[in-house]
C-alpha cells in the first residue's frame, strides 16, 4: 500500500468520524426517541358551520393554571421537568377536560378513552392521531417544547354531526 493510500484511508476515517460526531450531537438537542415536538407555523381548520380556529397560536389565556397530573414522575430532586400522566376522555358531548395545561419542556402523556362509541383525538402541531374503540383506551406521549396554545380534535370518528376540539395550554 503507498503512502497516498494511507492518507487517503486516514482522510476518510475522519470524514466518517466528524460526521458521527455532528449526528450524535445534533441528536442531542432533539425530544427523546417516541416524542413528537410540535410546529410552530399558524395553521387553521376549515369546519364547515364553524369559524376557523388556529391548530397553534402562541398566546396564552391570561389564567392558565397547569393540570394536576394523574401522575407526575420528577426524573431528579428538584428538577422542574416532569412526566405527567393525564386522562382524556371522549363521549357523545366531547372531550373531558376539554383542556389541558402543562409547563414547557415537559413530557406530556395522555390516556385517551372511548366512552360510549369509536373516537379519535388528533393534533396536527404535536403529530399524533390516535383512534380508540368503545370503550378501550390508548396511550399518547410527547414532548411540550413549544409555548402557547394548540387544537387537538377529532378528525375521523366524530359524535354524529359534531366536530369536538379540545385546547393544550403550554405555559413557559
Known sequence: MSKKDIVLIVVLALIVVGIIIAGIMSRSE???AGVVQPTTEEKT???PG??????FTPEIPKNAVLTPPKVDIRPDPGETKRQGFY???????GYAPS???VGRGNIVTIDFTSEDAQYDIFSESFGFYVTAPRGDTKQISFKAGTVGSFLFECRDFCPSGKKIQGQL????
Open 30 to 32: 432533539q425530544a427523546p
Open 45 to 47: 381548520e376549515n369546519v
Open 50 to 55: 364553524k369559524t376557523q380556529i388556529p391548530s
Open 87 to 93: 386522562e382524556v376522555k371522549a363521549n357523545k358531548d
Open 99 to 101: 383542556s389541558l395545561t
Open 169 to 172: 395550554i403550554v405555559i413557559p
